[in-house]
């Protein structure tokens, strides 16, 4: 009986295994996938992704300018003609017919100069579909780079929200977020660029901090309360950075997970300057 059931607990143990191993195979599998369909996309916009290495040492930091919060409602700045920094000048070549070409949900690009964020923008129907799928449609854990589902793609929006998985490479999707605890890295690396099918916009990081998924970041409904969501932003983060949002900015929110369950984000938040 005892040899029975000894031999029954190791076909249970093999089994486990077995399985393990399905599941370690296909996560490769998955990942590769994945890196291949984002060196195809970078290859289709026009311009290879952006170097993993941080600015040198001797970078300066921003100039950063400290307005009193919300002082006074100065409407929307005129537009003017702007030169891209050198970093983020390749974003203007972007050739987005050839990416949408192959997925017709792409709208755009985003890039963090200096660091691997660089990636295809997609927005699908629902906000599960790309958590498990690349740009090109194939599953893959990586997932995409994505807006929320309810968000407009034009970047009207007072408040705009864009997930990415943290990956357990570290570099990833948008792993290298989670560097923003620190004041240095902000500033090698101030600002968010997306380059949409209107022209390239600049968004200056002004806040990052951990939040759950049941707080006022991950709420549409708040352009009414631009005071308070600005205010929220600015009282938890990790990072103080000088920057102050002037009423009527518009905010990004770049969304990852923490790391610590599944109800735990960690959030970079920006203020579109054009």
Request: proline content about 6%.
């Amino acid at each position: 009986m005892k040899t029975k059931a000894l031999r029954v607990l190791s076909w249970v143990l093999l089994a486990v295994a077995a399985v393990g191993l399905v599941v370690i195979v296909r996560q490769k599998m998955g990942l590769e996938t994945g890196a291949k369909a984002y060196d195809e996309a970078a290859r289709l916009a026009g311009f290879a992704p952006a170097q993993a290495a941080d600015a040198p040492e001797d970078t300066p930091a921003p100039s950063v300018t400290r307005p009193q919060l919300m002082e006074e409602d100065a409407g929307p700045a005129a537009e003017t003609p702007r030169e891209l920094p050198e970093e983020a000048r390749h974003l203007e070549n972007l050739d987005l017919p050839a990416l949408r070409a192959v997925n017709e949900q792409v709208c755009g690009w985003i890039e963090i100069p200096g660091t691997p964020l660089s990636y295809p923008l997609v927005q699908g129907e629902d906000n599960q579909y790309y958590l498990t799928h690349t740009w090109t449609f194939e599953y893959s854990p990586m997932g995409a780079i994505y807006f929320e589902c309810t968000n407009q793609p034009d970047l009207s929006d007072f408040h705009t929200l864009i997930y990415g998985h943290r990956m357990m490479d570290d570099t990833s999707m948008f792993s290298s977020l989670k560097e923003y605890k620190s004041l240095d890295y902000w500033q090698k690396h101030p600002s968010v660029y997306l380059a949409m099918e209107d022209g390239v916009h600049q968004y200056d990081i002004f806040s990052a901090h951990q939040v759950r998924t049941t707080e006022m970041v991950y709420r549409l409904d708040v352009a009414d309360m631009k005071e308070d969501f600005y205010l929220y932003c600015i009282e938890n983060s990790d990072i103080q950075t000088g920057v102050m949002p002037q009423r009527g900015d518009q905010i990004l929110t770049l969304s990852t997970c923490a790391n610590l369950g599944s109800s735990v984000r960690w959030v970079v938040h920006a203020i579109r300057r054009y």
